[in-house]
Structures are given as structure tokens and as C-alpha cells.
């Protein structure tokens, strides 16, 4: 749900290296195969850098809504046309990462820097500052032409990414929060700073929003992770980018009806039991050298297997060029309850810019595996993972302006929907046999949050 670079220089260079793009902007044709772009929103222009949008990131969808993360706050669209998205709302409320994600009327919004306060009308500021807040922002999207913030939530080191867990038996929605120690502006008291430091931020954050008094939510466990024996993962997955040592998650998916939880920890993946959501369990780890930043995970709708993606290189570096090796930022699939994988897949395209698997999800279809997913300048991936053995890219869409990049590509009921990080909301359907057995409809949709067994 985000790129690592962004919290290891400073944002004047990756502004320099990703964003410097007229937001929509296009060079020459797209690329695609049995996919079709039906509509394209350009992102929100950011008045402090004219002509270029906020960076978009990632997506949430509840009924025939779609919601659109960007650092500079996000957007609500109605598309129950998706061919013509009507926007709703565009609440500009800032902060880094803006990971988002929605329960009914509520959004949860991730921030993973300081700023003066909760208030949309803050500013970024020093880890120092009293009052600083950095945490997940909740808000009243009940008319969603009208948002509101209700409250924020500090939480030890920021949120990176946060995962909805709905505990509807206790009247609450539960939110584990993801981070770790990467920057001198990181806060809290187990976030260290120091990039030759051995402690890094070994817990999530879990935070409890009564759904009667959602202005009571409170972080009420800071579950500890299993350390693992390669947790610290020095600077294995930013080459060249100095010392780095730390630990932490970075994306966790959860899978309500098992009762388990896969977490992308860095340099590891683990697989938890939550059949106590407030205090997670530690079943086992997935463990490869040649992954060096485990980035995020879904599991197939049958909960056979899981799929893990590696973010090689931070999301910034070049990873998808002729001569990377195959399981290079590729994804990993494993059989759930295997330490060794099934396969793996990477894009069948050499790419010169910024390229790895990003974030995904499985169709949500009892006839068949296939995965849709983000590779930032790779475009959109659809992958057939009937052969668990052999996956095999089904179809792609590839947006050809100027250093495009996928931040997130999810399926919903239908449609492929993509955040791109420059060009705004793609809208992309999958055509011809492609879209044969292709989905079963959803109520709603947070891509970390699995709800039913389809089999």
C-alpha cells in the first residue's frame, strides 16, 4: 500500500524522482491485452507543486461507492456506472500515505508523519512539536458528500498501512496498525530514528472504534511480533540507500471467517491465528534471501493459498529490467501451511523504470485463481493462477504517460479499479473470454479484509 523510498529520503528528491508529471498527463497510446480503459479521473493537482498531482494511493469500496486515497486526502466517487464516475466528495485533509479504508459510514485514514495536529488544517511538522499528532485519522463519511473528521488516534510510530478487523459480536471494528522505524521523523517511544540502530518497531497497534461511539476509539493492545531470526533486515532491499535495521509489518491481511491473518513483516512473512483479535497468535513463517521486503499478501477465497508480494527495491528501483532474476519484486505463492512456495510470477515485460509487484487482490470467484495487481511502471496485471504451479499473466493494461505508475490495482464487482500514483483513477475492464466467471459481487470491499469462504 505505499512505497518505502518515501520514508528513507528526503521528499524533495522523491518528489524529484516519482511525481514530476502533470497530473493525467500521456505521452503516446496504452498498452494493453484483453483489457480496456473505460474511464480515467486525473488526480487532485497539489497547489504547492502546480501542474502535478498529490501522490494517489490506494482504494477502498463499499456498495457502488469507490474511495480514492492521495496524500493530499481523498475522494468519494459513485459508480454504479463505472464507465462514468461521479464524484461525490474530495475532502483535502493531508498527510502521508493516506492508506484508507472504510466500515458503513466511517473511513480510517493512515498518516506516517507529523503534523501539527489531527485537524485537516495542520501542517506538517517536527516529531518535537507539542501536540503533534501521527496516527490513523476516523471519519464521518455517512453522507458522503459531506465528510467530517471525528477524531484521530496517535499510534507509536505513525501508521504506515492499518487493516480493518470487524468485531460485529462486541459492537466495534478493530484496526491494526502497521509501521516501523525508518526516519528521523517517525514518533514514539519504540520508533527509534537512528538508522544504526538495532531495535526497530517490533509491534502493531491495535485500535478499538465502537461503532455507537466511534469519537471513543482508543488503542487499547500493542501486540508484540514474533522477531523471527532474519527480522532485521539491514539494507538487503534499498541498495545503496545507507544502513537500515528494523522490523515491523507492513501490510497485514486479514481473513475473518479462518480466523487468520497473513502479515508482510519486511523481511518475512507471517501467518497468525486471530481467533483473538485483540491479542494475535503466531502460527508460522514464510522466509526467503531472496526476498528482501516483504510488502503485502492476499489469500485465495478458499484459503488454500497465499500470495505474498515482494516490494524489491523500495518501489522506486528499476527491478523488472532483462537482466533481474525472475523471483526479483515478483510475487510468491504459497499453499497455506507451506514454508516452501508453490511459484512465483513476475511481469512477462522489461521495464527501465520503477517496477515490482505492488498491491492486489483475488477475484472473488469460486471458479478460478486469478489475482489482479499493481507493478507501478508495469501497469496492471492479471494473473491466471488455475496451475498453482505455472501462473501465467492473463491479460495487462499499461497507461503510457510519462513515468506512470500503479500503486494499487484491485478487482470489485466487475471492474478492475487502479490508483495511479500521477494519472488518477483507471477504470479497466477485462474483455473477451478474460472476463468469463469473473467475480462474484460484494457488498463492500477493504482489499486487506477478507470476509467469507467462497468455495
Wanted: charged share 15%; glycine share 10%.
Amino acid at each position: 500500500m505505499s512505497r518505502l523510498l518515501r520514508l528513507l529520503v528526503p521528499v524533495a528528491i522523491v518528489g524529484a524522482l516519482a511525481f514530476a508529471v502533470p497530473a493525467g498527463g500521456q505521452a503516446e497510446p496504452d498498452l494493453a491485452k484483453k483489457m480496456a480503459l473505460i474511464a480515467n479521473v486525473p488526480g487532485v493537482e497539489n497547489p504547492a507543486t502546480p501542474g502535478i498531482s498529490y501522490t494517489n494511493s490506494d482504494l477502498a469500496f463499499w456498495g457502488t461507492k469507490v474511495f480514492t486515497g492521495d496524500y493530499g486526502g481523498f475522494r468519494i466517487f459513485q459508480v454504479s456506472r463505472p464507465g462514468q464516475p461521479k464524484l461525490l466528495s474530495d475532502l483535502r485533509c493531508p498527510g502521508v500515505q493516506s492508506d484508507i479504508s472504510v466500515w458503513e459510514g466511517l473511513l480510517f485514514q493512515s498518516l506516517d508523519s507529523p503534523r501539527t495536529s489531527a485537524a485537516c488544517d495542520s501542517a506538517p511538522t517536527s516529531p518535537t512539536t507539542p501536540g503533534m499528532f501521527e496516527g490513523v485519522r476516523i471519519f464521518d463519511i455517512s453522507d458522503p458528500r459531506n465528510p467530517s473528521l471525528i477524531k484521530g488516534v496517535q499510534t507509536d510510530c505513525g501508521s504506515h498501512t492499518h487493516t480493518l478487523v470487524p468485531d460485529l459480536d462486541n459492537g466495534r471494528i478493530l484496526v491494526y496498525v502497521s509501521s516501523y522505524a525508518l526516519t528521523a521523523g517517525s514518533v514514539g517511544p519504540e520508533c527509534l530514528a537512528d538508522s544504526g540502530t538495532t531495535k526497530g518497531h517490533n509491534k502493531i497497534s491495535v485500535v478499538s472504534v465502537p461503532l455507537g461511539n466511534p469519537a471513543a476509539a482508543a488503542v487499547i493492545a500493542e501486540p508484540a511480533l514474533d522477531p523471527g531470526t532474519q527480522q532485521f533486515d539491514g539494507n538487503a532491499f534499498i541498495p545503496g540507500l545507507g544502513l537500515l535495521t528494523t522490523t515491523g509489518c507492513h501490510d497485514i491481511t486479514v481473513f475473518m471467517e479462518l480466523e487468520l491473518a497473513a502479515a508482510a513483516c519486511l523481511s518475512e512473512g507471517q501467518v497468525w491465528d486471530i481467533s483473538d483479535p485483540v491479542s494475535p497468535e503466531f502460527l508460522y513463517r514464510v522466509d526467503t534471501p531472496l526476498v528482501g521486503a516483504w510488502h503485502n499478501s492476499a489469500f485465495t477465497w478458499d484459503g488454500k493459498y497465499i500470495a505474498w508480494g515482494d516490494e524489491a527495491g523500495g518501489g522506486i528501483f528499476p527491478e523488472c529490467e532483462a537482466t533481474d532474476p525472475p523471483t526479483k519484486g515478483a510475487i510468491w505463492f504459497y499453499r497455506f501451511g507451506d514454508t516452501a512456495p508453490t511459484s512465483t510470477f513476475k511481469i512477462p515485460r522489461f521495464e527501465e523504470e520503477h517496477c515490482t509487484a505492488h498491491n492486489f487482490n483475488f477475484i472473488s470467484t469460486k471458479q478460478h485463481y486469478r489475482l489482479v495487481g499493481a507493478w507501478y511502471a508495469g501497469g496492471t496485471s492479471v494473473v491466471d493462477f488455475d496451475d498453482p504451479a505455472n501462473p501465467k499473466e492473463l491479460a495487462f493494461f499499461k497507461p503510457m504517460n510519462p513515468h506512470g505508475a500503479s500503486w494499487s490495482s484491485y478487482w470489485y464487482n466487475g471492474e478492475v479499479y487502479s490508483n495511479d500514483i500521477e494519472r488518477g483513477l483507471d477504470i479497466i475492464r477485462l474483455t473477451g473470454k478474460a472476463r468469463q466467471g469473473a467475480g462474484k459481487g460484494l457488498p463492500f470491499a477493504n482489499p486487506q479484509t477478507q470476509m467469507n469462504v467462497i468455495d
